[in-house]
């Protein structure tokens, strides 16, 4: 059974002070590993997709990361429209062909 | 225009009655997905549909049915609400043309309460 474990369940930071969200994972086969961005009252939004360990993507103040465990998302010098919930998902090889989510970070830019 | 649009927003019911989530989408995608979200539980998969004719339960499916009326519709229905059906219902689209490249696109959701 896929798993995926999201830590801290939320973060409160200061704006400019950087800090990593972490995404540990466990699936059979893994097809992709998805960080989506979540507002309140909102659906997901799609911020990055990996797939295969050592890969990086970055996008504005973000910075996603992936090994052979687990993923990171970095946050550099972060703003107060960063604060969201961030999601982190897993498609497998086996199985289903939905995503299996972590509960998310709940992150939090106080001006 | 949203290209993946759900209805409604916001939906109040009794125990026992019959209701019908829908999702509609402009993306021209072959795919799509009913989630739920609880508090501390996270989405969770309910149906998925790879096309009109290919429909698959998920993790979480039973108390649910779903339909796939064209390409582009997707409805999600509970046969009997029961209270512990409250949650936040998404649906989401992905083209299988892109391959391992499969990226699910939401909707905004769909605020459930069974009273």
């Known amino acids: 059974e896929d798993q995926v474990t999201q830590s801290p369940e939320a973060l409160r930071l200061q704006e400019g002070e950087s800090s990593s969200l972490n995404c540990s994972y466990t699936v059979s086969g893994l097809r992709g590993l998805f960080w989506y961005r979540q507002d309140p009252g909102k659906g997901p939004e799609f911020l990055f997709t990996l797939y295969s360990a050592g890969e990086e993507k970055e996008k504005e103040r973000l910075k996603a990361t992936l090994t052979k465990k687990e993923s990171f998302l970095h946050i550099t010098a972060p703003k107060p429209e960063d604060s969201a919930t961030y999601l982190c998902?897993?498609?497998?090889?086996?199985?289903?062909?939905?995503?299996?989510f972590g509960k998310g970070t709940h992150l939090i830019i106080q001006p | 225009d949203a290209d993946v649009t759900q209805t409604p927003r916001n939906r109040i019911t009794k125990t026992g009655k019959r209701i019908m989530l829908e999702c509609s989408q402009t993306k021209g995608h072959d795919r799509m997905y009913w989630y739920r979200q609880d508090p501390g539980l996270g989405l969770r998969l309910i149906y998925y549909s790879f096309d009109v004719k290919d429909i698959n339960k998920g993790e979480i499916s039973d108390g649910y049915s779903v339909s796939r009326q064209a390409q582009a519709k997707f409805s999600l229905s509970l046969e009997s609400a029961i209270p512990n059906q409250t949650a936040l219902y998404f649906c989401a689209t992905s083209d299988s043309r892109q391959g391992t490249k499969n990226i699910q696109y939401f909707g905004a959701g769909t605020r459930l309460s069974v009273l």
């Open positions: 998902a897993v498609r497998s090889g086996g199985g289903a062909d939905g995503l299996t």
